[in-house]
């Protein structure tokens, strides 16, 4: 990008800075304020809430509802805490979105650069099914998940999202190899590379940009998911957000909020992970191929 | 047998016949160039040869082997493309021993070629940058050294020269034809620039609608142009044709032909071949450098004679001068050296070189004598 001065397109006074500037501070105060809310009630003790101080500091810090959230706290009928859960939405994400991300490229190499008859119509059909709304898929996906005897299992979860994320993961790669000049898989061919190894060596390597959308896009979508989570698991199946739920909700003894605080929070911490780590490949992925530069 | 022989071959999309029964038979060390329009099947025929296209009809055979069913990268060949096609992720050592790679050829060996190429091109200090980061002519040369490294039977060049600017386009032709003699490689080059083709081939095949239009040395498609097209499209500023009648005074044929102030010009053809086309309609051919002042004329030429003809534009280009004047109702251009005196308006003597005239059939523009 180019200096400063050069990308300001209007000229603006001190006062009218100084109007826009409290304006996008508040606007931020106010979309953090329930950040706050969550980690300053996260780490105070129970009785600190009950007596009504939700927007004060915690007087007395602990780390027990954390503590508690992850490993003690009553999850539907057992103590175990959160962190099974955990467990099981890693083992759902990372096999998920790492086959539906490869699958996607794959796919997105073969529709561009192994064009055969009604391949448009196969990425058609693609494109649709991501517009298919979960409720719609719901029963016959039981169906199906129950013969192939994956009914209540985390692989079949992971097989759940893997369907549901080839859809998109194709349309990213489809569209970014559409722009990667089909000579060099000319050139690989005369080289003597075949299908599989142009596809290691030459496309892939080369994909780094559409693969972090690719993989903040699956991510996110597949640990935030609560619909496939609730009716495909079975207890000891389910991923974090639907332990979460039966954490916040259950109807038995004191509500918590120290500790579903902490719950929700540690829900949310990988997403956010996610975006800080490959955040800043996120908007140059996206841009990839709009502005030559 | 000759080392890549093509024979009738032709190339269809569904009902679309883009390349026509075709015949070209390439000695060993030779270099082909295909040359026409954008459209003309040259780079069709190109991709054939390569594999990267099938053939619909017809043969092609290297080294005596039949090659349609084999795939590019067993037919022991190498190709330099429009784009360089340099594998973005890789240095360029690692882009020229990709190929040898994937041949199975032992690291240590792939290393000697590469290291062997590079010092040949120049390009050893470059070995281990990105394609990115190479100039567009450090990229041609590495592009080049990717198809040498493999040492193969046949070069194939699909317009590798035209990305880069004037300047260097002309350096990078010089380099290419030292590195065929010095080499002694086949080379099939497909270009759509009639000068590329003209300096680099040991012979031509002028293509047009996919037909090859005419298949030649340099000179004999630049001195005795096949058809109109050839004639038209090879040379820079391309051949005047113009019309003229064929008459016979004396024993002798000549061409007749109007002039812009009402006469007529005569121009007696070289040889008796034209004679037994008496009284026909034809469309002369003349290059612009036979066509000069009477000092300019080639002193060899046993057939220089003049037209009085009013100029009508004068050009001057620096080294020549090109003039315009009016030969049967057409323009055309001579090419003057540039310190000739001459005045726009003003009648001048123009002298023909009839030697170098040919003369085509209206109807059918083949050409007859």
Known sequence: MAGGAATQVIRTGHGTRFLIYTFLAIFCLYYLLPLYVMLTNSLKPLSEIQAGGMMALPSDWTWAPWASAWSTAQIGVQPTGLSPYFLNSILMVVPAVALSTVLGALNGYVLTKWRFRFDTLVFGLLLFGCFIPFQMVLIPMARILGLMGLAGTVPGLVFVHLVYGIGFSTLYFRNYYAQFPTELVRAAMIDGAGFFRIFWRIMLPSSGPIAVVCIIWQFTNIWNDFLFGASFADFDSQPMTVALNNLVSSSTGVKEYNVHFAGAIMAALPTLLVYVVAGRYFVRGLMAGSVKG | ?369
Not at chain 2, 64 to 93: C, D, H, K, T, W
Not at chain 2, 143 to 161: I, K, N, Q, S
């Open chain 2, 1 to 369: 047998m000759a080392f890549l022989d093509i024979k009738n071959v032709t190339k269809s999309y569904g009902s679309v016949k883009v390349l026509h029964e075709t015949d070209i038979s390439i000695e060993e060390g030779e270099f082909l160039v295909l040359v026409g329009p954008s459209g003309c099947g040259k780079s069709t025929l190109l991709n054939m040869i390569a594999g990267l296209e099938e053939v619909t009809s017809g043969e092609i055979a290297i080294r005596g082997a039949r090659m349609n069913e084999v795939r590019p990268s067993q037919r022991n060949i190498a190709m330099v493309f429009q784009s360089y096609a340099l594998y973005p992720n890789m240095n360029v050592a690692q882009n020229m021993s990709f190929g040898l790679e994937m041949h199975g050829m032992p690291k240590p060996e792939r290393e000697k070629a590469v290291a062997q190429v590079a010092d040949l091109l120049q390009i050893s200090p470059l070995l281990d940058r990105k394609p990115g980061q190479l100039s567009g002519g450090q990229r041609q040369r590495v592009a080049m050294g990717r198809a040498l490294v493999r040492d193969p039977d046949v070069f194939l060049f699909d317009e590798p020269l035209s990305n880069l600017d004037a300047k260097l386009r002309v350096d990078m032709r010089t380099e290419i034809k030292k590195l065929h003699h010095k080499l002694g490689t086949t080379i099939v080059y497909v270009t759509h620039d009639q000068i590329e083709a003209m300096t680099l081939s040991t012979r031509i095949a002028v293509m047009y609608g996919g037909y090859v239009q005419q298949l030649g040395t340099p000179g004999e498609i630049y001195d005795k142009p096949a058809n109109m097209f050839v004639a038209g499209f090879m040379g820079s500023p391309s051949m005047n044709l113009f019309p003229a009648k064929v008459a016979v005074e004396n024993g002798a044929p000549l061409a007749q032909f109007a002039l812009a102030d009402g006469g007529a010009g005569k121009l007696p053809f070289a040889g008796n071949g034209m004679a037994a086309h008496d009284g026909r309609e034809v469309v002369l051919g003349i290059r612009p450098e036979a066509i000069t002042d009477a000092d300019g004329a080639d002193r060899k030429s046993h057939a220089i004679h003049t037209v009085e003809a009013q100029v009508e534009v004068t050009e001057p280009a620096g080294s020549d001068t090109f003039v315009v004047a009016q030969f049967g109702d057409t323009e055309v251009t001579g090419r003057f050296r540039a310190d000739v005196d001459v005045k726009v308006g003003a009648r001048f003597p123009f002298a023909v070189n009839m030697e170098k005239a040919v003369a085509f059939d209206p109807e059918t523009e083949e050409r007859i004598g």
